[in-house]
Nanobody
Framework: QVQLVESGGGLVQPGGSLRLSCAAS????????MGWYRQTPGKEREMVAT???????NYGDSVKGRSTISRDSAKNTVYLQINSLKPEDTAVYYC?????????WGQGTQVTVSS
């Protein structure tokens, strides 16, 4: 059973930074791609950043230029660093992995940007 476990969410002041972690129960290179998505009530889940097993990265327009997705294969963990946080970054952030035709989601971690 593949599991993805997010951590690192919390309350952050506007302008601050945050690093989210997604720990996988299997090698991250077993995934064709991994990524971070976010969702607020009443809205569709939005792609924040993705990284392929070849290391190609894509970012959503809302975080482009102030976020970085990275990975540590030794820890089977994917990270999302977001800087210059804004109140509109407030959302539940989900880790997503795509493996052998199946999409896996973590349980989500809440990020709240507020003063």
């Amino acid at each position: 059973q593949v599991q993805l476990v997010e951590s690192g969410g919390g309350l952050v002041q506007p302008g601050g930074s945050l690093r989210l972690s997604c720990a996988a129960s299997t090698s991250i290179f077993n995934f064709g791609a991994m990524g971070w998505y976010r969702q607020t009530p009443g809205k569709e889940r939005e792609m924040v950043a993705t990284i392929s097993n070849m290391g190609n990265r894509n970012y959503g327009d809302s975080v482009k230029g102030r976020s970085t997705i990275s990975r540590d294969s030794a820890k089977n963990t994917v990270y999302l660093q977001i800087n210059s946080l804004k109140p509109e970054d407030t959302a539940v952030y989900y880790c997503r992995g795509f493996q052998f035709g199946t999409v896996y989601w973590g349980q989500g971690t809440q990020v709240t940007v507020s003063s």
